[in-house]
Structure formats: C-alpha cells, structure tokens
C-alpha cells in the first residue's frame, strides 16, 4: 500500500515540473505587452497575487511609420501613407447623401464589397454585372461614380488607371503627363525614357518631371484606410556608455512586477478543511512560482544582452556599420544554454542603444559567403554600406552593381561580388541604376 502511494507521488511530481518548466519558458519569450497580459489573467484567477503599479505609460516609444531612403525616394510611386478607418465604410458614407435609385444602390455597393485592401476592383466588370442581372454599360456607369469618391483613384481597374484617375483629379491637370500615362506607361514605368522622348518628342528633363509627380500619388489608395492599431515599442533593456564602459539596465519601470499577499498563509494550516487548505497551497505556490520565473526572465535577458555587448562592443561606440557577425549558437555556447533559449530571449524584445531603438534579434548578422574578410564582416554591415554608396552617388550617374562591388573593395575592403551586391540590393530594395537615374 505504501509503495502505490510513493509511486502516485513521484508522477504528480513530475507533472507539475513539466508543466512549470513549460509556463517559464512562455514567460520568457513573451513581450513586455504579453507579459503583461498574461500576468493579469492570472492575477484575476489568483487572489493572492497583486500586481504593483508601474509607471511604464511614460516611457512607450511609437513604432515609426518611416520608410526607408531608398524605399521612399527611389520606388516608383511608393508613397503610401496610413491612415485608420475602413475603405468600405469611409465609401459608403459618402454616398448617404447621393439621390440614388435601388439598382444603383445596389450595384454601387456590390462594386465597393468588390474592392480589395488595396482600392483596386481586380474582379472582370463584365463578370460582376452578368452576377448581378445588370448590363455592362449600366455597371461602368456605377464605377465611374465610385471612381469619383474619395480617394482618389479608388476603384482603379489597374495601377495604370489609378495614377490616370488621380492625374485628372490634381487641381492643375498635367495634360501632358495623362497622355504619357494613358499611351505610353510601360516604357515610362521602365524607365525606357529614350525611346519615350524619341515617340512623344520631350526632353528626358520633361520626362523627369513628370516622374517626380506621378512618385508622389498613391499606387495602392485603399491601403491608407485600412484600420491599424497604434503600434508602439517599448525598450525591455537600456544599454549607454558609463564612464568609458557600457551599462546594461533591465528596464524594471515597464515590466510587471508582482506581490504574492502572505496573508493568506495561515489559511494552509486549517483544520477540517481539505478543499481550503489545497486551493489555498496551489495558489501560493502558483505565486510563488511566477516570482520566480518572472527574476529568472530578468536574469537570462540580461545576461544574454551583457554577452552581445561584449561581442558587438564596435556597433555600441561607433554605430551599425560595424555589425559584426553573430549567431544564437554563438551566445549559446558561451552562456552554456540551449540555442532555442537565447533565441526566445531575444524574441520581441527591444533594446535602448546610443544609436537608436533596436530590436534585441538584430544583432545576430550572419557571415558573408565570400573569401578574405568573410570571418570579421556581417552581411547587415555591408547592406549598410551598400546602402550609403547608393545615398550619395551622383544620381545622373547611379553605380552599377559592379561599379558598388568595386568601390566596396578598394575603399572599404570588403571583397564581395557583383552578384551578391545585386542579392543584397534586392533584399534593400533599392531599383537598378537604371531604375535610379535622373536626367
């Protein structure tokens, strides 16, 4: 009878250390935002558990919303704004007002439910009508009346009639460019300016010109109605120069802390009652545990940041250009804990450098797949740098991939090919110098 008990033992044991292990490692890859969470879904099962009151309001940082150089400035009309609300409903609000009768009603708002996230109607007219009973010229009739609403270019049929739609829209009408749009876009879009000023007679200044305000019209209008919650970042760690030396804080104002209320511990050694007595020792125990767990989070985080530190000390004096190369086995090895460890530490983290808000998983670079100084160089220091050449180079003259490869070479030392420069422009997504010149 005594061994059947001692056996009953050893597996509930068990169980309950698998189960804790299971809720630390959650704990550990959880945001600061989810933590939270989770810590007042249990503070709401738990009466012994109080949550003390931290002043981490102050201290969100908003997620910005910029977009990169060469995403902004080079893309062909890639200026997306954002903006909360929903497309549909922002539409159909400006038709409330509109006398209309039912089958336009119907057609209109059949046509708006069409519309995908980006504001374009890729569904074929002809089709949507035929569903609906109506004829096609009674449903172009309808479309060109949403094509009317805000905003503009809603509604568009492709990307070449939604820069045409905005064009007749603008308040002093560029005729000259809703003729390149309407008759000669392809080559416009590929930059195929030469021949395009040998058919219409413009100058490749002209052509330019046009170009700079057809980049500021919006090629996916319905994106900037989608709803958005505020994203906003908060800096689990802090890390800046202290006395010649770097400083690695855990960012205790944003993180929940807990109390597990002793109060209630007397209530364990009731007599007569089994059932208070074990709801009582689960939920201390629980507490417990979360203490725990939640000073072993802290703990891990910060011994993994103060590693990192050490391996990136270049990046923390002197900026991102001197990424070295990182691995999660690299920080592993050295801390002697499981890869899979350090990779949920890093997992929605961020961190607060001298350079900038960062997130903790950027740090881990991997080495170039190239000879020479491929051991000491990361892949994020030569996209960098890549990036930079692009940024200054005479834009009548954009360097080629090869060109990029050469300069790299002989000024920075970085002996990469022309093919890798183009994998990692592509991965910037920066144009093709051909893409990038202007006349």
Known sequence: MDMKMGLIQEQSLKLSMTQELKQAITLLQYSTVELASYIQELAMENPLIEIKETNHTNILTKKSTRKPMHQSKESLIENVSSRNGSLREYLRSQLVDTPLTREEKKCLHFLIDALDTNGYLKDDLEELAKSLQFSIEFAEEQLSMLQDLEPAGVGARSLQECILLQLQRCPNRHLTAEAIIANHFRIFAEKSWKDLSKKTKLTLIEIQEIHDIVKQLEPR?????????????????????????????????????????????????????????????????????????????????????????????????????????????????????????????????YVQTPHGLVEMKSFFSTRLDQQGNADDLSSSTVKTTIETLVQKENKAHPLSDQKIANVLKTDYGINVSRRTVAKYRDQLTIPSSALRKRY
Do not use: C
């Open 221 to 349: 209008p319905g994106l900037q109605y989608q709803e958005e919650e505020a994203s906003y970042i908060v800096p689990d760690l802090i890390v800046r120069e202290v006395n010649n030396s770097l400083g690695i804080y855990f960012n205790d104002e944003i993180s929940p802390r807990i109390n597990v209320n002793k109060q209630y511990e007397p209530l364990v050694n009731v007599p007569n009652d089994k059932e208070l007595k074990s709801y009582i020792s689960s939920k201390l125990q629980q507490g417990r545990w979360l203490e725990k767990s939640l000073e072993q989070r802290k703990d891990t985080m910060l011994r993994v940041m103060k590693e990192i530190t050490i391996r990136q000390e270049d990046y923390f004096y002197n900026g991102e250009g001197f990424l070295k190369p990182l691995t999660l086995k690299d920080i592993a090895d050295e801390l002697e804990i499981h890869e899979s460890t350090v990779s949920r530490t890093v997992k929605d983290k």
